[in-house]
């Protein structure tokens, strides 16, 4: 029998979730935003399906990369329309 007692855990200050959550949306928006005007302006429009595509790998790849950033400190809550905590 362990004489160790639990402890709960404690949620990091809301400066630094606040500060976490700012970039994420950071990087969500450079990846999803950004892939969006490099693959409509670089692409010629007769292929739309690669810029259909190019653009949902952008905000697939910027919504991981922004929870693997940050989601340990903040919960991931990348979007405050939708979640709240």
Do not use: W
Request: glycine share 12%; charged share 10%.
């Amino acid at each position: 029998m362990s004489t160790i007692e639990p402890v709960e855990p404690v949620d990091p200050p809301i400066a630094k979730r606040a500060i976490a959550e700012a970039i994420g949306t950071f990087i969500l928006v450079l990846f999803g935003c950004g892939s969006a005007v490099a693959l409509t302006t670089a692409i010629p429009g007769e292929v739309a399906a690669l810029q259909y595509t190019g653009i949902a790998l952008g905000f697939g790849l910027g919504i991981t990369a922004a929870i693997y950033a940050v989601g340990h400190i903040s919960g991931a809550h990348l979007n405050p329309a939708v979640t709240s905590r």
